[in-house]
């Protein structure tokens, strides 16, 4: 499957573009003052991935090709963006197109950098950006309705349609986003509006950072944007941390009790989120992860290498990782029975390293 699109947003100078200029190792205007990005600045990542590294020294190959995530620095979003204030058209047009939203909220204090309401509130900011969502997916979904009616007029069996955008009108009229709300097929009949408040958030809380280690704090925090996942960074740490050698940064980030930097903690949450995992192929020409979604049979997992590979798949040879860096090889790992031959039904895991079977 292709790249995952992560949308960055939230309201302006809350640390968007230099979060993004740490995870990317970009150099984008990172300014102090509303709409410093308006075109919005793009970045692919390779995804972190150290098995990778391991097993392009057992099979003496140079050429590794990891799991990559895309990431989107979307402009600042203010109050009115769905009446077009601010950048808003811009901004709302920008989000449509990414898989999941990184909505970045202030929590750091800071006189030199203001913030475009003069005051910290996380709560407020993250309202406004859902009540801004929300009425642009109300728009959306009225202007469909009205024309749906007409149609069902002449078909009743679109019925069923329209009681579902009848369904999401209600659940935004009451402030409730759509992604947690809706049931998966119901979320699929309206898939082609691109609703914005239908698309997953992983709340991104820039802190100060005395307050990484404040659980107290941090809990409380998470707790206003339950149940949608929430991860907490302090953007002007991890930009120190992208300017170091990467020993010297694992350094420095372990001495503030990090097991991860904010690339990787964001990337095990946005594959968790978006039901994501990879799976790996290990040979001489190249080592490679693939992502692929969770719970998806081999058969499926070879169309992510190639659709004749899903169309003549006969068999998945299957080795655990862990075990073909402990044996060595491939040949092995069969001479002691660690290789499975599985069949077009069997369900991935993200262990997995395979070479496919196919006939064309």
Same mark, same amino acid.
């Given at each position: 499957?292709?790249?995952? =699109?992560?949308?960055?947003?939230?309201?302006?100078?809350?640390?968007? +573009?230099?979060?993004?200029?740490?995870?990317?190792?970009?150099?984008?205007?990172?300014?102090?003052? #509303?709409?410093?990005?308006?075109? #919005?600045?793009?970045?692919?990542?390779?995804? #972190?991935?150290?098995?990778?590294?391991?097993?392009?020294?057992?099979?003496?190959?140079?050429?590794?090709?990891?799991a990559s995530?895309?990431f989107v620095? $979307?402009?600042?979003?203010?109050?009115? /963006?769905?009446?077009?204030?601010?950048?808003?058209?811009?901004?709302? +047009?920008?989000?449509?197109?990414?898989?999941? $939203?990184?909505?970045?909220?202030?929590? !750091?204090?800071?006189?030199?950098?203001?913030? &475009?309401?003069?005051?910290?509130?996380?709560?407020?900011?993250?309202?406004?950006?859902?009540?801004?969502?929300?009425?642009?997916?109300?728009?959306?979904?009225?202007?469909?309705?009205?024309?749906?009616?007409?149609?069902?007029? /002449?078909?009743?069996?679109?019925?069923? &349609?329209?009681?579902?955008?009848?369904?999401?009108?209600?659940?935004?009229?009451?402030?409730?986003?759509?992604?947690?709300?809706?049931?998966?097929?119901?979320? @699929?009949?309206?898939?082609?509006?691109?609703?914005?408040?239908?698309? #997953?958030?992983?709340?991104?809380?820039?802190?100060?950072?005395?307050?990484?280690?404040?659980?107290?704090?941090?809990?409380?925090? +998470?707790?206003?944007?339950?149940?949608?996942?929430?991860?907490?960074?302090?953007?002007?740490? @991890?930009?120190?941390?992208?300017?170091? @050698?990467?020993?010297?940064?694992?350094?420095?980030?372990?001495?503030?009790?990090?097991?991860?930097?904010?690339? @990787?903690?964001?990337?095990?949450?946005?594959?968790?989120?978006?039901?994501?995992?990879?799976?790996?192929?290990?040979?001489?020409?190249?080592?490679r992860a693939?992502? $692929?979604?969770?719970? =998806?049979?081999?058969?499926?997992? /070879?169309?992510?290498?190639?659709?004749?590979?899903?169309?003549?798949?006969?068999?998945?040879? $299957?080795?655990?990782? +862990?075990?073909?860096?402990?044996?060595?090889?491939?040949?092995?790992?069969?001479?002691?029975?660690?290789?499975?031959?599985?069949?077009?039904?069997?369900?991935?895991?993200?262990?997995?390293?395979?070479? !496919?079977?196919?006939?064309?």
């Open positions: 499957m292709s790249s995952i =699109s992560c949308g960055i947003v939230g309201l302006p100078n809350v640390g968007k +573009s230099t979060l993004f200029n740490s995870l990317t190792k970009a150099s984008v205007l990172a300014a102090n003052y #509303p709409f410093a990005t308006i075109e #919005p600045n793009v970045g692919i990542v390779a995804v #972190p991935d150290k098995r990778l590294d391991r097993l392009a020294k057992l099979f003496n190959t140079t050429r590794i090709v990891p995530i895309r620095d $979307i402009a600042g979003l203010v109050a009115g /963006a769905s009446k077009g204030e601010g950048l808003g058209n811009q901004f709302l +047009s920008h989000i449509r197109n990414v898989s999941v $939203i990184i909505e970045v909220v202030r929590d !750091f204090t800071d006189t030199q950098v203001v913030h &475009v309401n003069e005051s910290i509130d996380a709560q407020r900011d993250i309202g406004t950006i859902t009540t801004e969502l929300a009425l642009s997916d109300l728009e959306t979904l009225n202007r469909r309705l009205t024309k749906l009616n007409k149609e069902i007029k /002449a078909n009743p069996k679109l019925k069923p &349609v329209g009681d579902v955008i009848n369904k999401a009108i209600s659940l935004l009229d009451d402030s409730k986003p759509l992604y947690h709300q809706l049931e998966e097929e119901d979320l @699929e009949a309206l898939s082609d509006l691109g609703l914005l408040t239908a698309k #997953p958030v992983i709340y991104a809380f820039n802190v100060d950072e005395v307050d990484l280690i404040n659980q107290a704090k941090l809990d409380s925090l +998470s707790a206003l944007v339950s149940p949608a996942p929430s991860m907490f960074i302090c953007a002007k740490l @991890e930009s120190e941390f992208s300017t170091l @050698e990467d020993y010297d940064a694992a350094e420095l980030r372990e001495s503030y009790g990090f097991r991860e930097s904010g690339l @990787e903690a964001l990337v095990t949450l946005s594959f968790k989120t978006l039901g994501l995992q990879t799976f790996l192929t290990a040979g001489e020409k190249e080592v693939w992502t $692929i979604k969770a719970g =998806s049979s081999a058969r499926t997992a /070879a169309g992510a290498i190639h659709s004749d590979m899903e169309r003549g798949f006969i068999a998945a040879d $299957i080795v655990s990782y +862990s075990d073909l860096i402990t044996l060595g090889s491939w040949s092995a790992a069969r001479a002691v029975g660690k290789v499975r031959t599985e069949g077009r039904d069997y369900i991935m895991q993200d262990d997995d390293v395979v070479e !496919f079977k196919f006939n064309v």
